[in-house]
C-alpha cells in the first residue's frame, strides 16, 4: 500500500484534496497487497496443515478426550472466558475426530486457494476450536495462526496464486466467448451447507459469548449469499459495485491490521529483550542452547555457544533489529534488508532451537511486507520451472505467453524503477 503523497503544487503538511481523493477511490477501487496476501494465506495454511499432520499420532493427547486437559475443565475455563469452541458441542469422540479432519481440510484447501471465502472461515473455526480446546498447547507459533486465520477471513486472498483465481480467469474468458457465466454448483451449495450448520448454531449458542464472531460469520455468509446472486443475476447493478467496494475496504484494512499486528509483536518482544539482563549482557542466546529441550542437534548448539563471540553479536542484533524493524517501514531498502534478516533469524531458531512451526508462523507473517516486485518475480519463475518441468514430460518446448499486468505488477514495475516506497512493496 502506497504510503500519502505530498502534492507538490501545494504548501504545508495535509495533503491535497485531489491526493485525498485518489487515496479513497485507491483503497476502494482495488484489493491492494493481493500477492502479499496471497503469500500469508499460503504461508499460515501451510504451517497449520503441516502441523496437525505432525501431530496426527498425538492428537487425542494435544486436544481430544485422551489429554490432560479434559473436557470438563476446558467447559469450565471456556464458560469463564466466552471463548469458541466447536469441541464443546459435543465429548464425543466421533465427534472431535470429524472436527479435526475437517481443519486438516480446510487448511489444505485453503492453501491452495478453493472456494477461499468459504474454506477461511472453515479454517479459522477449525483454528479457533483446536487452540481454544487446549489453550497450554503450543510454543508461541500457534498465537500468531490464531490471529492470522480471523484476519484472513477479511481479505481477497486468493486473488492470485490460487485455484479461485484461474477459475476466474475461465469464467471471464468464457463470459467473452458467449455472454454467459459459467454454471455454479459447488458455491452454492457450500453456501447453503455452512448456512444450515450456523443457524442452529446460533439459536442454541454455540458460538461463544463474544458477540464479533457471531456477526462476522452472519455478515459473511448474507454477504456472500448477495454477492453470489446480483453477480448471476445483475452483474452491473449498483449493489453488485457496492458490495465490491467494501469487500475491497475490508481487505485493505485486514492488510493494515496483519502489518500492525506484525510490527507490534516485534516491538513488544524488542522492548521487553532490553528490559532483561541476560539480553543486556549478551548472554541470552546462550542459555536455551545449554537446554536438552530446545537442542534438536546438540553438536550444533554446542558449537554455537562455544563462541562467546558469536553469541553476543546473535543477541544483540536480535534485539536491535526487533526495536528498529517498525521505525523502517517507510525506507523501502533497509526495510527490507531488516526483512531478510528476520527471515533469516527465525529460520535459525528452526534449526538451532527446533521450533519448526513457530518459525514457519512469523516467516507467513512477515511476509505481508515483501516487496510486490520480488514476489512478482518469484511466480514467474515458478512458473516458467513449472512449465518446462511439465514440457519436459511431453517431450516438446513451451515458451510462456506474457501475462497481462494487474494493477499490483504495475505498482510493481513502478517500485522496482524506483518509485515511490510502499509498505508491502
Sequence with gaps: MSAPVQD?????????????????????????????????????????LLFLLRELPHRRELYGPDGPWQWDMARRLISNNDSFTVLMWSQSAI?????????LVSAALLMVGWRTRATSVLFMTGVLSLQNRSIFMGD????VIHLLAIYLVLTRCARVWSLDARRAARNAARLAADGRPARDVAGPALWAVL??????????????????L?????????????????????????LRTLLDVLANLAHNAGLVVIMAEVCLIYATAGWYKIQGSRWQDGTALYYPLKLDYFTPWPSLS????????AVMVLTYATVIVQVAFPFTLFNRRVKNVLLVVMIGEHAGIAVLLGLPFFSMAMIAADAVFLPTVFLVWLGGKVALGRQRLFSRRRGKAVVPGRRRADADEQEAARTGAGGGHTLVG
Excluded: C, K, M
Design 140 to 143: 508461541g507459533g500457534d498465537n
Design 95 to 103: 465427534w472431535f475426530e470429524i472436527v479435526y479432519a475437517l481443519t
Design 214 to 238: 457471531p456477526s462476522l460469520l452472519w455478515v459473511l455468509w448474507l454477504g456472500n449469499g448477495a454477492w453470489w446472486a446480483l453477480n448471476r443475476r445483475a452483474p452491473d447493478h449498483e
Design 8 to 48: 507538490r503544487g501545494t504548501t504545508g503538511d495535509s495533503p491535497s484534496p485531489s491526493s485525498a481523493a485518489r487515496a479513497v477511490q485507491r483503497v476502494t477501487a482495488v484489493p491492494l497487497g493481493t500477492y502479499q496476501s496471497a503469500v500469508v494465506r499460503i504461508g499460515v495454511s501451510a504451517t497449520y
Design 302 to 309: 554446542g558449537l554455537l555457544a562455544s563462541s562467546a563471540l
Design 195 to 212: 448456512g444450515l450448520v450456523l443457524v442452529p448454531a446460533t439459536v442454541l449458542g454455540g458460538l461463544g459469548g463474544t458477540w464479533w
